[in-house]
């Protein structure tokens, strides 16, 4: 086991990184300093304390983040609650490159919208897939999304090799602007037209 030397909460040098916990970019230069006794000399390592969320990060001598920052982007406007688990499921997955696990949950996320928008349960994959594409909750060139999304998950689900990073990371911004297209921009209109009535409420009454 390696032995690393932890001292006390101290002035460490400015760190630049994300939070993985709050999402925050910043410039951390108060937490922990470790020294790793390693073969080729001491090397330092640290556990910055992020001051918007107060939670740990730790970085290696090699300059790597734990835990590492989560894949892609938060979506707004994902109104159930397994999908938007499902989600950032995947995101984790891919911040710590367990690839295959992440495109097996973006694999499952097509299962659970096609539920939720009123497929029945107990279908077998290709006809949630169907459902989704017969329903129009794919955009017009996105069924080549849909069709990779499947494609892949059914391998890593199937299949004894395992995803890449590159396939790992482009399945999941492909599914990202699926949810997007079903969920976030919906909810962008639905919010852009509540404000606009209650602006046109508020005027009738004003006169």
């Not at 659970?112 to 129009?136: P, R, T």
């Not at 299949?159 to 969920?183: A, N, P």
């Amino acid at each position: 086991m390696d032995n690393i030397d932890w001292q006390h909460r101290q002035d460490i040098g400015s760190h630049s990184y994300q939070c993985s916990h709050c999402g925050k970019p910043l410039a951390s230069d108060k937490g922990y300093m470790g020294v790793r006794q390693t073969p080729f000399g001491n090397k330092t390592e640290y556990i910055c304390v992020c001051h918007f969320c107060h939670k740990p990060t730790y970085i290696d001598m090699d300059g790597k983040q734990y835990p590492g920052v989560a894949f892609g982007n938060s979506i707004d406007g994902i109104d159930n609650a397994s999908v938007k688990s499902l989600y950032e499921e995947a995101r984790s997955c891919a911040s710590v490159n367990a690839f295959t696990a992440g495109v097996m949950a973006c694999r499952k996320i097509l299962m659970n919208i096609a539920v939720s928008k009123g497929a029945k349960e107990n279908l077998k994959f290709v006809q949630y897939v169907k459902f989704l594409s017969d329903n129009y909750f794919v955009p017009p060139d996105g069924k080549e999304w849909v069709e990779h999304i499947k494609n892949k998950g059914n391998d890593a689900n199937h299949k004894i090799e395992i995803v890449s990073k590159e396939d790992g990371e482009e399945l999941l911004y492909f599914t990202e602007m699926l949810l997007t297209f079903i969920y976030a921009v919906p909810a962008r209109f639905k919010k852009a037209a509540k404000g606009k009535d209650e602006v046109s409420e508020s005027k009738t009454q004003n006169k």
